[in-house]
């Protein structure tokens, strides 16, 4: 069996040809190195079953013969971080659509079913949690940036399912909730890496608002086996899926929790959110993921504990 990963240098990519090699599959990457990094995938390059191109999933005649020469397409290439898609949503817009327009193109051509990442983010900020598959999507105005990527993202659903339905390509959609673990980096917002630097440089932990909105962290190790599962259980086709953990923590607990394991000194600071972000930033209070869905399907659930993940975290970040 070969996979082909999209976005295979990325923080979840690089952990899912991981778990792929360990189970004796063959796994081709792709990547353009925009926020993937080489470092991510050092130790598989000289892995005989794995492979790596590196370009942009635009390029279709790269595509097209990566598509043509594997049995399973994951895709995860995207534009990724609420900082980033604030601070460059032309890039955001276009790489996600344009990029996912490009991967089932080819995956079409040649019947290549496919994983899509999708994201918690497509709920925008509906109070109604948890959320669940088939539930409304409240989103902000075009004027907000931050909305282009859950619009952009959603899209990317809607093609995948329209692909299935005119074409009958096989699709399975997951919907991941905030995912942790080492090679995350910090430098795109993501709160729990940058959290844990802070706290091993003894410096002050960046709580952005009030603290009191929440979100649920699972182990990148829990997910990519839930995509995995996904993507080898036939009658999951056509179907969405929620993937997270549903262990609610405020981001002042967090914060808490973080400089509890780590045993810093460091305080927290409040900061508000035009000043993290930009004037007229609209966050989540809250973002919960109704699982019962995956798990009435296949069984799973997320396992590792919150505090476990940041430990391994902590491990990996220690100078
Ligand atoms: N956050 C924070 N301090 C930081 C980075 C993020 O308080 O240094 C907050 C952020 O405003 C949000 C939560 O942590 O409420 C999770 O942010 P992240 O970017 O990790 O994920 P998302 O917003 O996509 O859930």
Not at 7 to 12: D, K, N, P, R, S
Not at 176 to 193: E, K, S
Not at 249 to 271: C, E, F, M, N
Request: net charge negative; glycine share 8%.
């Amino acid at each position: 069996m070969k996979s082909l990963i999209t976005g295979g240098a990325g923080f979840i990519g690089s952990h899912l040809a991981e778990y792929l090699l360990a189970q004796g599959h063959e796994v081709a990457v792709i990547d353009d190195l925009s926020t993937g990094r080489l470092e991510n995938i050092a130790h598989l390059l000289d892995h005989p079953r794995f492979h790596l191109a590196i370009e942009t999933i635009t390029n279709e005649v790269v595509m097209d013969r990566l598509a043509s020469d594997c049995d399973l397409i994951y895709h995860l290439a995207a534009a990724v971080g609420v900082k980033l898609i604030v601070q460059a949503p032309v890039h955001t817009i276009e790489t996600n659509i344009m990029g996912t327009a490009a991967v089932f193109r080819a995956a079409n051509r040649y019947r290549r079913p496919v994983v899509l990442a999708s994201t918690s983010e497509i709920y925008g900020k509906s109070e109604r949690v948890p959320f669940a598959e088939d539930d409304d999507r409240v989103l902000g105005p075009t004027t907000r940036s931050r909305w282009c990527y859950a619009a952009s993202k959603a899209v990317d659903e809607f093609l995948a399912l329209a692909y299935a339905k005119e074409y009958g390509l096989p699709v399975v959609i997951v919907r991941l909730f905030n995912t942790i673990g080492p090679r995350q980096t910090g430098r795109y917002g993501m709160v729990v890496p940058r959290f844990v630097a802070q706290a091993l440089a003894g410096e002050p932990l960046t709580v952005y608002g009030d603290g009191t909105q929440t979100r649920c962290f699972a182990d990148v190790r829990d997910i990519v086996r839930g995509m995995v599962a996904l993507a080898e259980c036939p009658q999951a086709r056509g179907q969405v899926f929620n993937l997270g953990s549903d262990r609610e923590i405020s981001i002042a607990d967090l914060a808490r929790l973080v400089i509890d394991i780590t045993g810093s000194r460091s305080k927290i600071v409040y900061i508000p959110y035009e000043q993290a972000y930009e004037a007229g930033f609209e966050d989540m209070p809250r973002r919960v993921p109704d699982v019962s869905k995956v798990k009435a399907w296949i069984g799973w659930e997320a396992t590792i504990p919150l505090e476990e993940s940041i430990r391994a975290i902590v491990a990996s970040m220690k100078p």
